[in-house]
């Protein structure tokens, strides 16, 4: 692509540019671009800036890379014995729970297991909150299967945005219908994915 595009700068056009002396300028997702099309374009939306935009840690939701309802209940598996641990070892070291002293087996009490289910709800958010507004934009679960919670730009969310996310998450689990609305969804969304406007990638 020869002298093919042309930016807008504080409402002034520079150009024209080839492709690479484009990428050379360290152009960003809003960067407006008069494109080959001839057609003023934000960076984001013209595919050929994709692998430039991924090689900045930027990845655009799109039809071929959403994860479907398989991986993200393998990451799921795989955090939720991580937060398993945690909370044990969070509830015997603050004395909330016992561990038994014999080996035969007896139900823990009521208020035990209420305190359990609040302290799992309570790491779960945090957990996932947090991990999402990083570098990572996902847990280790997510990590270790290749996704990642992103954004319409394909950037990490905000806090308030994950957190968001993940208060609906643990309701869907509560009710006991997690991923349930994927199968209903266009872009493989859960109903909570929808609201927070993020979307679950697999990029590897």
Known sequence: MNNEYYILEDEEQLGPFTFNELIERDIDIYTQVLSPT????????LPEFNEYFEAKGIYFPTQDNLAGAGWRTLAFIVDYIILVIIVEIIAVQGGWVSLPTTTKFTMPPPNAVMTLQLMFYGVYLVYHTLFEIT???GSIGKKLCGLKVVDLNGQKMGFLQAAGRNLGS???L?????????????YKQEWYDNLAKAYIIKVN
């Open 38 to 45: 001839n057609e003023w374009q934000y960076a984001s939306e």
């Open 135 to 137: 570098g990572w934009k």
């Open 174 to 186: 509560i009710l006991l219908v997690p991923y349930l609305s994927i199968l209903l969804s266009e």
């Open 170 to 172: 643990i309701l869907s």
